[in-house]
């Protein structure tokens, strides 16, 4: 019998040993399951973050790009936009100079023909003098006459 118990005594033994492997209670499997599901959240988290960061960086380099292209395009606009105010405001300082060539030569005419009229009236005024110096003789000379055959008739 002593053999008997020897043999009950080891496959206690070799029990024990496997309980050991395994966990003998409820929370210990728990505790297992909740630090690997807390390790897949975990991963799944860094996942999705990795994810949401991926597509952020993607959004943010085309979000960049369709930005660069607008500016690009937008200073090709400008640039346009410029040169033909450019050209407008060359064009209408172009027209501004010849007209005011134009109005500069008008003016010149003008008082060429001002100094003209002025010696024109000049002359004029010494003659109408001259007129008037020679009409007042001889208004004088015939009031004279005039005065002088008065005289005679009375005498």
Same mark, same amino acid.
């Given at each position: 019998?002593?053999?008997?118990?020897?043999?009950?005594?080891?496959?206690?033994?070799?029990?024990?040993?496997?309980?050991?492997?395994?966990?003998?209670?409820?929370?210990?499997?728990?505790?297992?399951?909740?630090?690997?599901?807390?390790?897949?959240?975990?991963?799944?988290?860094?996942?999705?973050?990795?994810?949401?960061?991926?597509?952020?960086?993607?959004?943010?380099?085309?979000?960049?790009? /369709?930005?660069? @292209?607008? =500016? %690009?395009?937008?200073?090709?606009?400008? !640039? &346009?936009?410029?040169?033909?105010?450019?050209?407008?405001?060359?064009?209408?300082?172009?027209?501004?100079?010849?007209?005011?060539?134009?109005?500069?030569?008008?003016?010149?005419?003008?008082?060429?023909?001002?100094?003209?009229?002025?010696?024109?009236?000049?002359?004029?005024? /010494?003659?109408? @003098?001259? =007129? %008037?110096?020679?009409?007042?003789?001889? !208004? &004088?000379?015939?009031?004279?006459?005039?005065?002088?055959?008065?005289?005679?008739?009375?005498?």
């Amino acid at each position: 019998m002593p053999d008997h118990r020897l043999g009950q005594f080891k496959k206690q033994k070799v029990e024990d040993d496997a309980e050991s492997d395994f966990p003998t209670s409820q929370q210990s499997n728990d505790s297992e399951e909740q630090q690997m599901i807390k390790a897949i959240e975990q991963q799944y988290a860094a996942a999705r973050e990795k994810k949401r960061a991926e597509r952020e960086k993607k959004f943010l380099d085309m979000a960049k790009k /369709k930005l660069n @292209e607008d =500016l %690009v395009k937008s200073s090709g606009d400008i !640039r &346009e936009a410029c040169q033909a105010v450019d050209e407008v405001y060359n064009a209408f300082l172009n027209d501004y100079a010849v007209i005011e060539d134009k109005i500069d030569a008008k003016l010149a005419k003008i008082h060429e023909l001002e100094d003209k009229l002025a010696k024109v009236v000049a002359q004029r005024h /010494k003659a109408d @003098e001259e =007129l %008037v110096r020679t009409q007042i003789q001889v !208004r &004088e000379s015939a009031l004279g006459k005039t005065k002088a055959a008065c005289k005679g008739i009375q005498l």
